[in-house]
């Protein structure tokens, strides 16, 4: 079990009216939360709160809550200071308990103390690069053959931005996409599934989208965060989830850091499982792309892209070029999926690998993933495919994905 202990420090002993009407609305939402016991305490300008919980999950849904939020938004005002910390244990501490771990270990928060304050640099060398890859960007949601609905949610880490498809009472699906990708192309082969479900395609923060620039740490849980809280903006209790490339490994956080929000999983030439040979990825990833990053021709350009593109439109090379010339790239590699990690992962799982993937070879995803996970359903192995695929085989994919999610 967990329990959340918080103190505040009033500005003034005559904002304590201020803070017994903001009190009110918590102990209101409370009254609705799965909460186990709850006390509270104060004097002149510090009060003190603390509540037992049965699991990590209600604690978080209680305070990514609207209401909790636009609590804790309003007693900025009052507040000189406010300190949070959250411990596993079966019992509410005593007071005297409390508040030595509040002095000991909790973390001071100025603003709103559930959320993390990031610096954000852009990750543009220049504003004409970000127009550029803006108007790809675009030029590809305009190309879709099904109807798109904008929706922008503010999150801990910034604005994330989600293209939303389909009936709002179908079953929702939310869609994440490669790197750098953004949700058009990750619609693009799979665009059939908005027919019966409502689905939500992500883009990434911290990537070439329309999302907050914020690079978030691909070591801890905050990917796992982020996706939670864009899930409670859109008041998605749980979904079935599609992961494409490293948005497999981003979906994997999630796995990690709220299973219980996860119906189905479908994970799509997955990173994060199993790395690329490394001779191979040598000759032909890494000597290709230092001799792009050098001569900055495209004939280099697309020897490059061989490796993982099957075929390379036009935009297609005006993309990578931005991408690798234009922006402070992410070259880090992600960590991979232990089998600890997936202790508390339960739901049925299906893997699709590519058997020309020079990222993430299609056998090894195979054998890797029969080893992790204990309730993988089905794979299929997309046959003389590279990374990206061709426009011939989106409807293979389509329909193997929408099978799935009717399983």
Same mark, same amino acid.
């Given at each position: 079990?967990?329990?959340?202990?918080?103190?505040?420090?009033?500005?003034?002993?005559?904002?304590?009216?201020?803070?017994?009407?903001?009190?009110?609305?918590?102990?209101?939402?409370?009254?609705?939360?799965?909460?186990?016991?709850?006390?509270?305490?104060?004097?002149?300008?510090?009060?003190?709160?603390?509540?037992?919980?049965?699991?990590?999950?209600?604690?978080?849904?209680?305070?990514?809550?609207?209401?909790?939020?636009?609590?804790?938004?309003?007693?900025?005002?009052?507040?000189?200071?406010?300190?949070?910390?959250?411990?596993?244990?079966?019992?509410?501490?005593?007071?005297?308990?409390?508040?030595?771990?509040?002095?000991? !270990?909790?973390?001071?928060?100025?603003?709103?103390?559930?959320?993390?304050?990031?610096?954000?640099?852009?990750?543009?060398?220049?504003?004409? /690069?970000?127009?550029?890859?803006?108007?790809?960007?675009?030029?590809?949601?305009?190309?879709?053959?099904?109807?798109?609905?904008?929706?922008?949610?503010?999150?801990?880490?910034?604005?994330?931005?989600?293209?939303?498809?389909?009936? /709002?009472? &179908?079953?929702?699906? /939310?869609?994440?996409?490669?790197? &750098?990708?953004?949700?058009?192309?990750?619609?693009?082969?799979?665009?059939?599934?908005?027919? &019966?479900?409502?689905?939500?395609?992500?883009?990434?923060?911290?990537?070439?989208?329309?999302?907050?620039?914020?690079?978030?740490?691909? !070591?801890?849980?905050?990917?796992? !965060?982020?996706?939670?809280?864009?899930?409670?903006?859109?008041?998605?209790?749980?979904?079935?989830?599609?992961?494409?490339?490293?948005?497999?490994?981003?979906?994997?956080?999630?796995?990690?850091?709220?299973?219980?929000?996860?119906?189905?999983?479908?994970?799509?030439?997955?990173?994060?499982?199993?790395?690329?040979?490394?001779?191979?990825?040598?000759?032909?990833?890494?000597?290709?792309?230092? !001799?792009?990053?050098?001569?900055?021709?495209?004939?280099?350009?697309?020897?490059?892209?061989?490796?993982?593109?099957?075929?390379?439109?036009?935009?297609?090379?005006?993309?990578?070029?931005?991408?690798?010339?234009?922006?402070?790239?992410?070259?880090?590699?992600?960590?991979?999926?232990?089998?600890?990690?997936?202790?508390?992962?339960?739901?049925?799982?299906?893997?699709?690998?590519?058997?020309?993937?020079?990222?993430?070879?299609?056998?090894? /995803?195979?054998?890797?993933?029969?080893?992790?996970? &204990?309730?993988?359903?089905?794979?299929?192995?997309?046959?003389?495919?590279?990374?990206?695929?061709?426009?011939?085989?989106?409807?293979?994919?389509?329909?193997?994905?929408?099978?799935?999610?009717?399983?």
């Amino acid at each position: 079990m967990k329990v959340s202990i918080t103190s505040i420090e009033l500005k003034s002993p005559l904002s304590f009216f201020k803070l017994s009407f903001l009190a009110l609305h918590i102990a209101n939402q409370l009254k609705i939360s799965p909460y186990i016991e709850f006390k509270k305490k104060g004097f002149w300008t510090k009060h003190y709160a603390m509540t037992l919980w049965r699991n990590e999950g209600d604690m978080r849904r209680f305070f990514h809550s609207e209401a909790h939020l636009e609590v804790i938004k309003k007693s900025e005002s009052i507040a000189k200071e406010i300190k949070i910390i959250t411990i596993e244990v079966d019992r509410l501490p005593h007071w005297k308990e409390a508040c030595i771990l509040l002095k000991n !270990k909790g973390e001071v928060y100025r603003s709103n103390p559930f959320q993390k304050k990031f610096i954000s640099s852009s990750i543009y060398k220049s504003d004409h /690069v970000k127009t550029e890859l803006l108007k790809l960007y675009n030029k590809k949601q305009k190309s879709l053959k099904i109807p798109t609905e904008d929706i922008y949610v503010d999150t801990f880490a910034g604005r994330t931005h989600i293209l939303a498809s389909g009936d /709002v009472h &179908n079953p929702p699906v /939310v869609i994440l996409h490669g790197i &750098n990708a953004g949700a058009p192309i990750s619609l693009e082969a799979i665009q059939g599934i908005s027919k &019966n479900f409502r689905i939500y395609a992500l883009d990434t923060i911290g990537q070439t989208t329309k999302s907050a620039e914020t690079r978030l740490s691909a !070591k801890n849980d905050d990917y796992g !965060k982020w996706l939670e809280e864009v899930l409670i903006c859109l008041k998605i209790e749980n979904a079935c989830f599609v992961g494409i490339s490293y948005g497999a490994f981003l979906l994997q956080k999630l796995i990690q850091f709220a299973p219980e929000r996860i119906n189905k999983v479908i994970l799509v030439v997955p990173a994060g499982i199993v790395n690329g040979d490394f001779l191979n990825s040598m000759s032909k990833l890494t000597f290709p792309l230092l !001799k792009f990053l050098v001569t900055k021709t495209e004939k280099s350009l697309v020897q490059f892209m061989d490796a993982f593109y099957m075929t390379k439109k036009e935009d297609d090379i005006l993309f990578q070029k931005n991408i690798l010339l234009g922006t402070k790239m992410d070259y880090r590699r992600p960590p991979l999926l232990k089998k600890e990690n997936l202790i508390h992962f339960n739901s049925p799982t299906f893997i699709m690998a590519a058997d020309m993937d020079v990222f993430f070879p299609g056998h090894k /995803v195979l054998g890797r993933s029969i080893e992790l996970f &204990n309730n993988l359903k089905d794979y299929h192995v997309l046959k003389k495919t590279k990374h990206i695929p061709d426009e011939s085989i989106y409807s293979e994919i389509e329909n193997k994905i929408i099978d799935w999610l009717n399983y």
